[in-house]
């Protein structure tokens, strides 16, 4: 997701900055009312957002990259590797229940073989097996399910030190993180506070795989940010 997310917007700012002025004015003659701008998206909480934005940036620049860069230089590339399949493997609980939800049993299937196989072959999930018998990892949510059942996204909404999401987003990673820490507890009891407490933890690695990287994308970044996070969330819900 995330790499696919930083690939289109490098893309769309390739295809802006090899426009010439020549080709502009000549679409300009061509038409008789020009489209209005893919970038313009509803955004009534706008002020609010690109000061979440600017804060976020800074957070990240002086106290999460730094803790990636850390993260980087004591542990080697198989241990991250291993790490961000443990995160994962804990994520498939909510990739099954919205599975589920959503009346899609082959993805239901195929999410619970994985959780068993990673669970017990790959040692709690710090390897991914199921990936190398074929058994592909889906990508489901309860914002998708909300999408899924005709809830639209509502207004953009960028959330502190998470990141971009929306009002139907927003609700859906709470509800899913409600339902992980309500599976922790079924099976830990009370050891799932102290399970809970990996969360930060989880945060950085799933910053360490992002690549991501803020103020690299000129004037219009956050133009940018939320159009491509608005357009591949509606993607995700209709896949």
């Keep these: ?14 295809f ?10 000549e679409q300009t003659k061509t038409s ?3 489209p209005a701008n893919p970038l313009d ?14 804060f976020n940036a800074n957070f990240d620049r002086w106290v999460v990259m730094p803790l990636v860069r850390g993260y ?5 590339s198989f241990a991250r590797t291993g790490f961000q399949n443990f995160f994962a493997n804990i994520d498939e609980v909510t990739v099954f229940s919205n599975s589920v939800l959503q009346l899609a049993p082959k993805k239901a299937v195929g999410t619970l073989a994985r959780t068993v196989i990673n669970t017990t072959f790959g040692l709690a999930g710090l390897w991914d097996p199921a990936t ?15 999408g899924h059942y005709g809830v639209p996204p509502g207004p953009y909404l960028v959330v502190p030190l998470l990141g971009p999401s929306s009002l139907r987003e927003g609700t859906g990673q709470i509800a899913d993180r409600l339902l992980i820490w309500g599976v922790e507890y079924a099976i830990l009891g009370d050891l799932q506070y102290v399970f809970s407490a990996l969360y930060p933890a989880e945060i950085l690695v799933s910053r360490n795989a ?24 509606e993607a995700l819900v209709e896949d």
């Design 1 to 14: 997701m995330k790499n696919f997310f930083s690939t289109l917007i490098i893309a769309s700012l390739i």
């Design 16 to 25: 802006l900055a090899t426009a010439s002025p020549g080709q502009a004015q």
């Design 32 to 34: 008789v009312t020009q």
């Design 41 to 54: 998206r509803w955004d009534p909480l706008g002020g609010f957002n690109r000061r979440v934005y600017r």
């Design 72 to 76: 980087r230089f004591i542990f080697p």
């Design 132 to 146: 190398r018998v074929g058994l592909k990892a889906y990508n489901e949510d309860f914002g998708q399910t909300l």
């Design 210 to 233: 992002t690549n991501f990287i803020y103020g690299e994308l000129g004037p219009f970044e956050y133009e940018l940010v939320r159009y491509f996070f608005m357009e591949y969330r």
